[in-house]
């Protein structure tokens, strides 16, 4: 196994979304700040209601993936299908815009935390007018991979830890990501595969943890060199984060807000289907 190392630290920046829902944005903060396939990553998290109480109002996308994975709070989605999905702790919606989609994420709690992330993957040109799909993904159907000193939650890929092969809650897709949350103990260590030909990062987002021989930075992007695998290990306090991965598209990417094609012509048909009410036709 050859190890990746530390590539790149993209921090997050504080920003807000939605109906003035307080994010940290670390990939997608800027439109060339992407890492393909994917296209943004946000972190929430909050004690305050006021601070992500107003949620995501009915809006639509075009042309990739939204990935909401839920640490710990309670959000309701609802979408244009008839799709009506309760995300708790730990759990995951997988949605998929394809030609469009329109939707709402609201908040279901008016006090506590509510902390999760929000990751966008690109779709290849070929795909970005499928219909329209959701996955609603509840804990118990996320497989826990157990080692010494820590736990692997894989959302999506395949893994082999221990000498055990393991497949995630989510179905393949065509840029096979690789989404896992890693729990440590303090002190320990573990080495993960991850492909050699995937662009890959690490989101450490709480305690502390090193990637080799470097200290990653938490609430940041942290990406990965070449390689195909990347030894942990945590500090005193132990660690939490995620291992983000997918095989690149290579297509032109062409950004307006919620629509993600690969040409400015493409951009302007999905604001003319929008306005003219077609985007989900």
Request: overall charge negative; charged content about 20%.
């Amino acid at each position: 196994m050859t190890l990746r190392s530390l590539k790149q630290i993209i921090p997050a920046l504080e920003t807000s979304d939605g109906a003035g829902v307080r994010i940290k944005r670390s990939i997608g903060q800027r439109q060339n700040v992407r890492l393909d396939p994917f296209l943004m990553l946000d972190e929430f998290g909050s004690a305050e209601a006021a601070d992500y109480i107003a949620g995501f109002p009915s809006h639509p996308h075009r042309g990739f993936e939204t990935v909401t994975y839920m640490i710990e709070g309670h959000m309701l989605h609802e979408d244009h299908l008839g799709n009506r999905g309760n995300l708790h702790n730990g759990g995951v919606q997988w949605m998929t815009a394809g030609r469009g989609i329109i939707h709402s994420e609201m908040p279901q709690q008016e006090e506590g935390v509510m902390r999760g992330f929000q990751l966008w993957l690109n779709l290849p040109a070929a795909e970005k007018m499928t219909e329209a799909g959701y996955h609603d993904i509840q804990p118990e159907e996320i497989p826990e991979i157990t080692f010494d000193g820590g736990t692997v939650k894989l959302i999506a890929g395949a893994m082999v830890v221990g000498g055990q092969s393991h497949r995630g809650a989510m179905p393949d897709r065509s840029t096979q990501p690789v989404y896992a949350d890693i729990h440590l103990a303090s002190g320990a260590s573990v080495t993960l595969p991850v492909p050699e030909t995937h662009n890959g990062m690490l989101y450490l987002y709480e305690g502390d943890a090193r990637l080799s021989d470097a200290d990653l930075q938490r609430s940041a992007a942290n990406i990965l060199g070449d390689g195909d695998g990347v030894r942990l290990q945590a500090g005193n306090a132990g660690a939490r984060l995620l291992l983000i991965a997918g095989k690149p598209i290579g297509e032109p990417v062409v950004q307006y807000g919620p629509f993600v094609m690969n040409t400015r012509e493409e951009i302007e048909r999905a604001l003319r289907d929008y306005r003219d009410g077609r985007l989900t036709a």
